[in-house]
């Protein structure tokens, strides 16, 4: 027996160094010596892209990291297409080229997270191509089970694409089976249905807004609850879609509402956004914002910061205010506001009929609607305010009843370089013949303004002044003017000192005076209340720094960057904190009209 076991092991061997112990590459020819199952995927033929891809799966199954990385080697040297990588997904999965770009990072196999992202997007490029799109909508209608279930499945993976390629088919169908078979699809697809979904109930006519308030309710689409409510009691004339809405309010398990109850349901998820409280629609980050054109038929998209996004949502619920009938004149003037509000952060002109309400408006209106604006922080509400009361130059707008600062003078002592230019121009149109309360706002706005033109600044505080230096030397290669300090009193009279400033960092190890003083007197300063602040802070710190940032949205607690890269990341997430920036050459006119005025 023992003779017997010994030839195996001796065969083995044998085996393991047939092909590989003379490979050139002697990694190679390690691995297969260690192991057979390394020898019998190596010996099988690679040449082709596919066949290397194989092997080079089954190593990474079997955890030969550093055999796997030279099998890829001339993988990622092959000049392939488009079409070619696009295959390789069909062929493989998507599955496994996302193992390939996490075990590529962990384990170091140079270019293989590169070549796993190019593949996959090559695979969702052809995907999304129309002609695909428009053959799997057009199998939903075979006679064939197989086929129809077949389509259904390859749109639901490919994302996005498929859903508007879906609802845009839905919206110019006709045929009644048709349109049954495309609900079906949109009803595997959520949730990333979702906010096109909304976009269609919202803005959608017809029988395609028929058939997208059915689709709300299959799907149980909580956040289209204050649409439906209002369609089901009274605010749309078309009885097919009220009795729609009605029957969706129903399957998600709710009561069918009167007037009083909708006009509740769309208050209260407006005082919602103006709290601040996000929905599943209005992520922190960078989004896209959908939209439905029913003259076309089609949707439109574009990516918009969070707070732009929080002011379109406010927009589009507030236009259920306009066909309520009980809403009241204040509710009116509300959904006025923020259609112009919404306009404004889309770069439009409102519509004809928006533009009509909004002259209908008094100036005591818009004076009201501004201090609303500006006590739940919309800012491109307050700017649009500002904006109607520069084109009417009523100087109603300056006068105050109890000797108190009006909304517009407020508003030019506000920290949005925006909006300040906005009411500091609605003031210059007025033209007052004499002092108003909040007057003395105005020189000092000017002066910001005059002095906004040129780079961006930066201040960086840290007691070590290596660290300040090298974090500030990283802002300068990112284009900020960056001003080091080594206390916290310096940091914030840097910070003081600076008109441009568009961002400041601060270590938590700072002192003179320490960490949480620091940041008190730096939102203490009204020009500096909106400045983004990044709390850099070591392991032991950085709960501290996550706990100023539950009370200050402004702020970001991270760990402090160790490399560029890191610090470019930090940089990214401190202009998403910041909103709607302004460019270099908005700066510039403003601070050309800002000296003109002075």
Not at 54 to 59: E, S, V
Not at 61 to 75: H, M, N, Q, S, T
Not at 104 to 127: C, D, K, N, P, Y
Request: with cysteine; hydrophobic share 50%.
């Amino acid at each position: 027996m023992k003779h017997v076991i010994k030839t195996l092991c001796l065969l083995s061997l044998a085996l393991c160094q047939s092909a590989w112990a003379q490979q050139e590459n002697p990694l190679l020819a390690d691995a297969a010596l260690r192991s057979p199952a390394v020898a019998a995927v190596l010996d099988a033929p690679h040449e082709e892209p596919a066949d290397a891809l194989a092997a080079m799966f089954t190593l990474l199954d079997l955890r030969e990291y550093a055999a796997a990385g030279e099998v890829f080697k001339p993988i990622a040297e092959a000049n392939l297409s488009a079409a070619d990588r696009a295959a390789l997904v069909r062929q493989f999965g998507t599955a496994k080229f996302l193992v390939l770009a996490r075990e590529a990072s962990e384990h170091g196999i140079a270019g293989g997270r590169e070549f796993a992202q190019t593949v996959l997007s090559a695979s969702a490029t052809e995907a999304a191509k129309p002609e695909r799109l428009t053959q799997l909508i057009a199998d939903l209608a075979s006679d064939e089970a197989i086929v129809r279930q077949a389509a259904r499945n390859d749109l639901a993976a490919t994302g996005l694409p498929a859903v508007q390629a879906c609802l845009e088919a839905l919206a110019a169908a006709n045929d009644k089976d048709e349109r049954s078979q495309l609900l079906a699809a949109l009803a595997e697809m959520s949730p990333i249905a979702d906010p096109l979904v909304i976009a269609a109930l919202s803005e959608g006519e017809g029988q395609f807004r028929r058939d997208v308030t059915e689709l709300a309710g299959h799907l149980h689409l909580l956040e289209t609850v204050p649409w439906l409510a209002t369609m089901a009691a009274g605010g749309e004339t078309d009885a097919e879609v009220v009795a729609t809405a009605q029957a969706a309010l129903m399957k998600m398990g709710l009561s069918l509402p009167d007037q009083n109850d909708a006009l509740a349901v769309v208050k209260r998820a407006l005082e919602k956004i103006d709290a601040g409280i996000p929905t599943d629609s209005l992520p922190d980050e960078v989004g896209l914002w959908w939209s439905f054109a029913p003259n076309t038929q089609k949707f439109n998209s574009r990516e918009l910061i969070s707070c732009e996004r929080r002011s379109l949502i406010h927009a589009r619920l507030a236009q259920n205010l306009l066909v309520l009938p009980n809403a009241s004149t204040a509710d009116r003037q509300l959904a006025i506001i923020s259609a112009v509000e919404a306009a404004h952060v889309l770069g439009e002109q409102p519509s004809p009929e928006i533009s009509t309400l909004a002259n209908s408006l008094t100036t005591a209106d818009l004076n009201t609607a501004l201090a609303a604006a500006l006590k739940t922080d919309r800012i491109n509400a307050a700017i649009a305010c500002a904006e109607l009361l520069a084109s009417r130059a009523d100087g109603a707008a300056l006068r105050s009843l109890d000797g108190t600062s009006t909304p517009l003078a407020q508003a030019v002592a506000h920290p949005n370089r925006e909006l300040k230019f906005a009411a500091l121009t609605a003031i210059m149109k007025i033209h007052p013949a004499k002092s108003f309360p909040g007057a003395s706002y105005v020189p000092q706005a000017l002066w910001l303004l005059a002095q906004g033109a040129g780079t961006e600044q930066a201040v960086v505080g840290a007691p070590s002044m290596a660290h300040a230096h090298d974090w500030a030397g990283n802002l300068r290669a990112l284009g900020y003017d960056a001003t080091p300090a080594v206390t916290g009193i310096e940091l914030v009279q840097q910070a003081l000192a600076s008109p441009r400033l568009a961002l400041v960092l601060v270590d938590s190890d700072i002192g003179r005076p320490l960490l949480r003083e620091v940041i008190y007197q730096l939102r203490a300063q009204s020009q500096l209340a909106h400045t983004p602040i990044a709390v850099l802070t070591s392991n032991e710190d950085l709960l501290l720094g996550e706990h100023l940032s539950t009370v200050d949205d402004r702020l970001l607690a991270v760990s402090r960057p160790r490399t560029p890269k890191a610090m470019q990341s930090i940089v990214e997430r401190l202009g998403d904190l910041a909103g709607t920036q302004l460019s270099a050459d908005e700066r510039t006119d403003y601070a050309v009209q800002a000296i003109e005025w002075l």
